[in-house]
């Protein structure tokens, strides 16, 4: 067989592969369960189900319109946790999962469109409970991803997540280390982590 038809071969089976993982994450659902379902809940705040991970629903509004975002997409869930939990509003309620981390920011320095703190993986601070994730964009969606942090252990977290796909868990475990002075969440999609502005950080947002 010549290099040319194996290398034909190849790219077939990669672009395969790829287009097979592509449709059953957007398109195949679990018969187990349908979209709207109480799946799994953080402090109160529920996890529903969204079938393929391009599901789109109506838009989330609270009682005066404010944007919680479309149901249930990853984003509806961390910006309707952050509401209930502490009554966080974002300026701007706007923008896809990627679009909520600032790459111009230094780490520690508060992003303004999304009135939190925003911290670099890996940071000089570690990531906390209640901290809201944010990861890059793949191949296979375009928008990125985010998440927020359900628990913190010695030497890892664990996050809890809206719309990972049709039969994807809503928690995932990470592994969390410190190295030369820094902490890292061992995922390299993770651009970093968005905190709650509160009395035990304010020096941060002065300096």
Same mark, same amino acid.
């Given at each position: 067989?010549?290099?040319?038809?194996?290398?034909?071969?190849?790219?077939?089976?990669?672009?395969?592969?790829?287009?097979?993982?592509?449709i059953r994450k957007t398109y195949f659902y679990?018969?187990?369960?349908?979209?709207?379902?109480?799946?799994?809940? %953080?402090?109160g705040v529920r996890v529903y189900y969204n +079938?393929?991970?391009?599901?789109?629903?109506?838009?989330?509004?609270?009682?005066?319109?404010?944007?919680? +975002?479309?149901?249930?997409?990853?984003?509806?869930?961390?910006?309707?946790?952050?509401?209930?939990?502490?009554?966080?509003?974002?300026?701007?309620?706007?923008?896809?999962?990627?679009?909520?981390?600032?790459?111009?920011?230094?780490?520690?320095?508060?992003?303004?469109?999304?009135?939190?703190?925003?911290?670099?993986?890996?940071?000089? #601070?570690?990531?906390?409970?209640?901290? #809201? #994730?944010?990861?890059?964009?793949?191949?296979?969606?375009?928008?990125?991803?985010?998440?927020?942090?359900?628990?913190?252990?010695?030497?890892?977290?664990?996050?809890?997540?809206?719309?990972? +796909?049709?039969?994807?868990?809503?928690?995932?475990?990470?592994?969390?280390?410190?190295?030369?002075?820094?902490?890292?969440?061992?995922?390299?999609?993770?651009?970093?982590? %968005?905190?709650v502005i509160d009395e035990n950080n304010t020096?941060?947002?002065?300096?």
């Amino acid at each position: 067989m010549s290099l040319k038809k194996i290398v034909v071969i190849f790219v077939l089976v990669g672009a395969l592969i790829v287009f097979g993982v592509q449709i059953r994450k957007t398109y195949f659902y679990n018969p187990d369960k349908v979209i709207g379902q109480a799946i799994d809940s %953080l402090k109160g705040v529920r996890v529903y189900y969204n +079938g393929g991970v391009n599901h789109v629903g109506k838009r989330n509004l609270t009682v005066d319109n404010y944007n919680l +975002g479309l149901e249930y997409q990853c984003v509806e869930f961390v910006k309707r946790y952050y509401f209930e939990r502490f009554q966080h509003r974002m300026p701007d309620s706007y923008g896809n999962a990627k679009d909520f981390f600032d790459q111009q920011l230094a780490d520690g320095e508060v992003n303004k469109k999304r009135a939190l703190l925003q911290f670099k993986n890996p940071s000089v #601070l570690p990531p906390e409970t209640d901290d #809201l #994730l944010v990861y890059s964009p793949t191949i296979w969606n375009r928008f990125g991803h985010v998440a927020i942090v359900a628990a913190v252990y010695t030497d890892s977290i664990e996050i809890i997540q809206q719309n990972p +796909g049709p039969n994807a868990a809503t928690r995932e475990r990470y592994a969390l280390r410190k190295f030369e002075g820094k902490w890292q969440i061992d995922n390299s999609r993770i651009y970093g982590w %968005l905190r709650v502005i509160d009395e035990n950080n304010t020096e941060m947002v002065t300096q």
